[in-house]
């Protein structure tokens, strides 16, 4: 069964770090881009970062450059988000998202189609 | 960063009812957008990409249709398990940015 599940979320104080891990299956983990999004309570959703297959390109949300990295160990089939410096903004369900990417009419899409369950980030003294 | 922008915010509609959100973004994107359901504590679940392509075991009555800067999600007949938000995602250039969401209620 193609499946990500992540781990890793709490309640940290801010200034404080925290690293989420999703682990995938059923899928080779190494082909493909992979994506966390976030949704902060009530609130819609919020693109945080992407890496590619190999590691080597990533892109990260304006408000989370320098404090947060995306990592993956393809060994281990496994996605991470390192966060320092954490906020009370930052508060939030973390969703990690495969992506496609999808070779359509000549023109690469991405398409999320699989996510986690997400795992809840809690940024307060 | 793209702004993307939803219409309605939300909206009440019965079973078998026609509904049709729309999204307009900030800038010229093409056809890089992507639209997503999302039910009460649950992951979002991708429903459209490429502004038109339908994701596989998606229900033929949603249809995304649009391009540059103007796109539409359409359901063609509501039913009870598409009382949900819906979100626009543009992936045409870095961030990626949702829309604000559509919430669909129950009339």
């Known amino acids: 069964e193609v499946q990500l599940v992540e781990s890793g979320g709490g309640l940290v104080q801010p200034g404080g770090s925290l690293r989420l891990s999703c682990a995938a299956s059923?899928?080779?983990?190494?082909?493909?881009?992979m994506n966390w999004v976030r949704q902060a309570p009530g609130k819609g959703l919020e693109w945080v970062a992407n890496i590619k297959g190999d590691g080597i390109i990533k892109h990260y949300v304006d408000p989370v450059k320098g404090r947060f990295t995306i990592s993956r160990d393809n060994a281990k089939n496994s996605l991470y988000l390192q966060m320092n410096s954490l906020r009370a903004e930052d508060t939030a369900v973390y969703f990690c998202?495969?992506?496609?990417?999808?070779?359509?009419?000549?023109?690469?899409?991405?398409?999320?189609?699989?996510w986690g369950q997400g795992t809840m980030v809690t940024v307060s003294s | 960063a793209i702004q993307m922008t939803q219409s309605p915010s939300s909206l009440s509609a019965s079973v078998g009812d026609r509904v049709i959100i729309t999204c307009r973004a900030s800038?010229?994107?093409?056809?890089?957008l992507g639209w997503y359901q999302q039910r009460p504590g649950t992951a979002p679940k991708l429903l459209i990409y490429?502004?038109?392509s339908l994701e596989s075991g998606v229900p033929s009555r949603f249809s995304g249709s649009g391009s540059g800067t103007d796109f539409t999600l359409t359901i063609s007949s509501l039913q009870p398990e598409d009382f949900a938000t819906y979100y626009c995602l543009q992936d045409y250039n870095y961030p990626r940015t949702f829309g604000q969401g559509t919430k669909v209620e129950i009339k």
């Open positions: 490429a502004a038109s």
């Open positions: 059923g899928f080779t983990f190494s082909t493909y881009w």
């Open positions: 800038q010229d994107i093409r056809y890089e």
């Open positions: 998202a495969r992506d496609a990417d999808i070779l359509y009419d000549s023109n690469w899409y991405d398409a999320y189609d699989i």
